[in-house]
């Protein structure tokens, strides 16, 4: 009696393996006179290992593993398995995307971040079909698959994970699922497939296209004789027999192509019959040899232009950056040299507020001496000393607003009120006003809030945005409505708005240049009073609008957002 061992693989484990095919080794015992035939169930690389050490005389396995055995080493197919009763006999190969009935995910696309598991990433029916699937439809990126965890066999147990809840998804080859349920392990409205193929005459529910089914080979160790007697017993198996029950087949019929199955592993650059791209590479540098030299000197020449070009942008970096900084020098001198300027046209009116306190303080010491002189005593003085100590901060506070308005220093934003700043800007202007019979008038609109922002910069806007006024309404001549200069703060939530308002002569021409360096109306001017303006508001992200006023003037609208600070 001759022996011949036939290697399985056992995804559903060694158990279920063995009750799903020692009845068709009986089979092929009774078709084939004084032979024996011995089963042995492997996992993927126990069946690779025994198969390449010579160890066995039959295989029955997957399409996957039968494709990358007979595109390395010599084996025959006999007879493809048979799933189902109507067409295709052949195909029965797919992967199944199980979840439970009750969990949150409906579709493939949204199992992304869910905990997913396959029995071995080199299982075809099972996690390749799937990945090249998905590949397909354009889902996951490549973390998703570097995510899923591989239990291996039994696949029964990945269905269990799922009832469990220990996982979310289970990639189970095609009709696991039903073959637990036919067998009493599990209850089918527990579960649901997720994308579901319909293909005709397949009851088993999938989520990718069908693949050729299991395959019978022989290996070199078995003669062709036996190879022959083999096909010929498998292919005489009727759909009723023990053996097609057992291993839940109807038969057996000819060796399907596995065309389709190649198309998948050339896809991931896994078939057999594919050199290593490091071998591909060094194949087309022996072919192309004067070709790759000049891509190499090619790439040699950019690597050089690019480092020419990083130099030269270095360069021209530092001279740029060389640049800003003067620009920014020359513009903070040019706003110190506008300041001191405004002190100039401010002469008469520094020279009014300053003459009260020092006119206050003679008033007081002579009043001080008539006393002494009258021989009162030193407590009665103590008032009018208080009064002069009253006028000396009051000059002391107008000196320093002056200092701060002419002194270079860099620009430092602070929190402040702004009705103190025009409070503050008004005092410096007040007599210059009411020597031209200008009345100023203030008003505040919304709940007050404090700003962040550059004081003296702002100080130095509304002095210019107020001498423009006050030499519109100056060229007005001899009128008789009273000229009028208002000052508008209004507060919304997320911005304050200042509003400078004359009735002086207006703007002839809205398209004047107004805010461009050294463009002036006045005989004088330099033409920088706008420009800086505009400087300043642009260092706030505010904005400066001016628009005329009827029936005559003009309105100067400055909008400062606020900011953190």
């Known amino acids: 009696m001759k022996q011949y061992d036939v290697g399985v693989l056992a995804l559903r484990g060694h158990y279920h393996c063995n009750i799903a ?36 005389d039959f295989l029955l396995t997957s399409p996957g593993q039968a494709t990358t055995f007979a595109r390395r080493l010599p084996i025959n197919w006999l007879a493809t398995q048979k799933k189902g009763h109507e067409l295709p006999f052949s195909k029965a190969i797919a992967s199944s995307v199980i979840v ?58 990945l269905i269990r994970s799922v009832e469990n809840g220990d996982i979310d998804v289970a990639i189970a080859p095609a009709c696991t699922l039903e073959e637990m349920v036919e067998e009493g392990f599990i209850e089918r ?32 160790r078995a003669s062709n004789e036996i190879g022959k007697k083999v096909t010929q017993a498998l292919l005489a198996m009727p759909a009723n027999a ?36 490091t071998q591909q590479m060094e194949d087309w540098l022996h072919r192309n040899p004067y ?23 270095k360069r021209s970096k530092k001279v740029l950056r060389k640049t800003l900084e003067d620009l920014r020098e020359k513009s903070s001198m040019l706003e110190h040299a506008q300041r001191i300027m405004i002190v100039g046209e401010l002469g008469s ?15 007081y010491s002579h009043g001080v001496k008539l006393r002494i002189e009258k021989g009162n005593k030193s407590e009665e003085l103590l008032p009018v000393m208080e009064k002069i100590q009253q006028q000396v901060t009051a000059a002391s506070d107008i000196i320093q607003r002056l200092r701060d308005l002419i002194h270079k220093k860099p620009i430092e934003k602070r929190r402040f009120w702004l009705g103190t700043l025009v409070n503050d800007t008004y005092r410096l202007v007040e007599h210059d006003f009411q ?44 009128i008789t409505d009273p000229l009028v200069v208002r000052i508008e703060l209004i507060y919304l939530p997320d911005q304050v708005r200042i509003m400078i308002i004359d009735n002086g002569i207006g703007i002839e021409d809205e398209t004047t240049p107004l805010e461009q360096a ?18 300043v508001i642009e260092n706030h992200d505010g904005m400066m609008k001016y628009s005329s006023v009827k029936p005559r003037g003009c309105c100067v609208e400055v909008i400062l957002p606020y900011q953190k600070g």
């Open 349 to 363: 009116s520094l020279a009014h507020e300053i003459n009260q306190p020092l006119s206050a303080i003679k008033n």
């Open 242 to 277: 023990l053996a097609a029950e057992s291993a839940n087949n109807v038969g057996w019929t000819l060796p399907e192509s596995s065309l389709n199955v190649d198309k998948v592993y050339q896809h991931f650059d896994m078939h057999p019959l594919q050199k290593p791209w």
């Open 435 to 478: 020597r031209n019979n200008i009345a100023i008038e203030i008003n505040s609109n919304g709940e007050p809030n404090m700003v962040s922002a550059d004081y003296t910069g702002l100080q130095q806007l509304l002095l210019n945005l107020l001498n423009n006024a006050k030499d519109a309404c100056i060229k007005m001549g001899k």
């Open 21 to 56: 095919w020692e009845p068709t080794m009986r089979w092929l015992e009774s078709q084939i006179p004084n032979s024996k035939f011995v089963l042995h169930s492997y996992n993927f690389d126990g069946l690779e290992s025994a198969f390449q050490n010579g160890e066995l």
């Open 518 to 535: 050294f463009y002036t109306t006045k005989k004088d001017g330099l033409g920088l009073g706008l420009a800086i303006c505009r400087d």
């Open 189 to 220: 409205s527990q579960f649901r497939v997720l994308g579901q193929q319909e293909h005709d005459g397949f009851t088993c529910a999938v989520s990718t296209p069908l693949y050729p089914n299991w395959t019978f080979a022989k290996t070199d």
């Open 100 to 157: 439970r009935a009750d969990s949150p995910y409906h579709s493939l696309q949204d199992i992304e971040y869910a905990k997913i598991a396959a029995v071995s990433e080199k299982a075809f029916g099972g996690f390749i079909a799937f990945h090249f699937e998905m590949d397909k439809l354009g889902y996951f990126r490549s973390s998703f698959f570097d995510r899923i965890q591989f239990t291996g066999p039994p696949t029964d147990n």
């Open 291 to 313: 070709l790759a030299l000049t891509l190499i000197a090619g790439l040699f020449g950019l690597n050089i232009y690019h480092v020419l070009l990083e130099l030269r942008f």
